[in-house]
Nanobody, 123 residues
């Protein structure tokens, strides 16, 4: 079975850091764009970050202001999201996704999705 499984979420105080992991199985995603999206209660799912299959290009939503960093380790078939200086407004379920050649921020173009991991930032 093709699966993406997120981990690393939890409860953290404002200003703290978390690193999310997305472990892929069932196939290699070395030729795919990997991305992170998030969805807060009462809000639509939104794009967070993406990284190309080579790791040579990264993309971030402007509102994050440099606090988040996406990376990948194709040998481990895993993508990561390092989140620093977390704010309460970052509270959401975070999802990883993969696609062969998507328009980077277009959720509908991603083919594979994880189940999500909860990130809660307290003040």
């Amino acid at each position: 079975q093709v699966q993406l499984v997120e981990s690393g979420g939890g409860l953290v105080q404002a200003g703290g850091s978390l690193r999310l992991s997305c472990a892929a199985s069932g196939r290699t995603f070395s030729g795919y764009v990997m991305a992170w999206f998030r969805q807060a209660p009462g809000k639509e799912r939104e794009f967070v970050a993406a990284i190309t299959w080579t790791g040579g290009s990264t993309y971030y939503t402007n509102s994050l202001k440099g606090r988040f960093t996406i990376s990948r380790d194709d040998a481990k078939n895993t993508a990561y999201l390092q989140m620093n200086s977390l704010k309460p407004e970052d509270t959401a379920v975070y999802y990883c996704a993969a696609a062969r050649n998507p328009r980077i921020t277009a959720m509908v173009m991603y083919d594979y999705w994880g189940q999500g991991t909860q990130v809660t930032v307290s003040s």
